[in-house]
């Protein structure tokens, strides 16, 4: 829901919003669980849940919801002979929950840089909010509840968990785990111009960009106009400060210099994924240095060399584009 918060804003200004959101899929289905449609107050819309029938249907729902003051879950069965009039690919079901608000925990995730969780109680009793770091917002959230929540962040997913009859959490009806990931944010070691390629690509992709150079002549808003942040210094000083469960780490530069230190610190760092530009040759020197330093095989297994996906490209935008295949693949889980 992260990418609604503009829209969010300039609702707000019309009068209450209302939202729905979508709890689960089974079969075929184009948006996934933690998809939202929001309702202003004058009738505009934003987001969604489906497509066709579903959706207007959905729509009722929230300003059923908004009457009542109080929230409905929903269940579409679609059939295949129907299914494409309705937005789902092919037949399926779709679960949703209509709400006469934005709950504060959700405008609190949404706007929070960090990462965060909203565990919301089907059977209507209570919310919660999970923050990155395992810290609960509310009282009496079980701990397998907590646990699982932070499973769901890490995946970047939100999950519906159905309610359990032995008791181990109190919800008569089930919980869903909205997830609120952070930005998955860039960090490109040297100004180069894969680097140029790739920044403008990464952003568009919805990354945060981060560009770490010791070279002023190279880090500049006129090389990189697309960059969030340009951090001018000795990057192994300034990587440290950035390295998070939601980093990407380019190494770029071909200088060693400044290359290897952030290797090393990168490796032994949260990051979701690490990638060094060179050749084979020079890939194995390195794997074998790091060995030779103490670097466990889990450890150096996470380096990804040659980047990218071998597409065969040569120039630098070709390159970028292997660069960020790579990422998008290793971001999904991809093999």
């Known amino acids: 829901m992260r990418d609604l918060i503009a829209d969010l804003t300039r609702f707000d200004a019309a ?3 209302a939202r729905a959101v979508v709890l689960g899929t089974w079969g075929s289905a184009p948006r996934p669980a933690g998809a939202v449609l929001l309702a202003a107050a004058d009738g505009r819309m934003a987001g969604s849940v489906s497509g066709g029938c579903v959706e207007n249907a959905v729509i009722e729902e929230i300003a059923a919801a908004r009457k009542r003051g109080t929230p409905k ?5 679609v059939s295949d002979e129907t299914a494409w009039s309705v ?6 079901t779709i679960e949703v929950l209509a709400e006469a608000s934005v709950p504060d925990e959700v405008r609190s995730a949404m706007s929070d840089v960090r990462g ?7 059977d209507g009793s209570a919310r919660w909010r999970v923050l990155e770091n395992g810290t609960v917002e ?3 959230l079980p701990s397998e509840l ?18 359990h009859a032995d008791g181990r959490w109190p919800m008569a009806d089930g919980a869903f785990l909205e997830a609120f990931p952070r930005h998955p944010e860039l960090c ?3 100004a180069g111009h894969v680097a140029q390629e790739l920044v403008p690509l990464a952003r568009r992709m919805g990354f945060r960009t981060l560009v770490f150079d010791s070279r002023s002549a190279f880090l500049t808003r006129e090389r990189f106009p697309d960059a969030d942040e340009l951090m001018l210094g000795w990057p192994a000083e300034e990587l440290p400060k950035r390295l998070g469960p939601g980093s990407f780490v380019c190494v770029l530069s071909h200088d060693p210099k400044l290359d290897e230190p952030c290797v090393r610190l990168a490796l032994r760092s949260p990051a979701r994924y690490i990638g060094v530009i060179g050749s084979k040759k020079n890939q194995e020197k390195r794997r074998a240095a790091l060995l ?16 990218g996906l071998p597409l065969g490209g040569k120039q630098p935008n070709e390159i970028a584009l292997a660069v960020m295949a790579e990422i998008v693949k290793a971001r999904s889980g991809g093999g």
């Open 15 to 17: 009068g209450p919003v």
């Open 73 to 77: 879950r929903l269940r579409y069965e």
């Open 87 to 92: 937005g789902l690919a092919c037949g399926g």
């Open 116 to 122: 965060s969780v909203v565990v919301t109680s089907l």
């Open 138 to 140: 509310g009282e009496g």
């Open 146 to 163: 907590v646990e699982r929540a932070i499973a769901a962040l890490r995946a970047e997913r939100s999950e519906l968990l159905p309610a």
């Open 188 to 190: 490109v070691i040297g």
């Open 292 to 307: 030779a330093e103490g670097f466990s095989a889990a450890e150096i297994a996470r380096l990804r060399g040659p980047i």
